[in-house]
């Protein structure tokens, strides 16, 4: 029962904590993105062989692109599907 309890206190905090600060957070996390593909660049610079780096460097920006359109197919739904459901409220509001 209490991590039941402490749960539930975690996903409140959570949300209060998204949204108070939902501009700042999704900054940081763009920020964080940012850093961590410039360390993996840098790792990818520093090891083995050029045929190494260079199909590490491709395999790299294949998944790259690959979660990005993902990413983006996702969010694009998201954002088409909130826009349809606020038109239909409006209509039905009428």
């Known amino acids: 029962m209490l991590k039941f ?5 975690a996903v409140f905090l959570l949300a209060s904590v998204w949204t108070a600060f939902r501009q700042r957070l999704k900054l940081a996390y763009k920020a964080v993105a940012v850093v961590y593909l410039l360390g993996a660049l840098v790792r990818l610079a520093l090891m083995g062989t050029d045929q190494e780096r260079l199909e590490s460097l491709a395999i790299a920006a294949a998944m ?5 359109a993902i990413a983006w197919g996702a969010t694009t739904l998201l954002a088409s599907r909130r826009t349809d459901k606020t038109d239909a409220q409006a209509r039905h509001r009428r």
Do not use: E, G, K
């Open 5 to 9: 309890l402490t749960f539930i206190l």
């Open 64 to 68: 790259f692109l690959i979660l990005w």
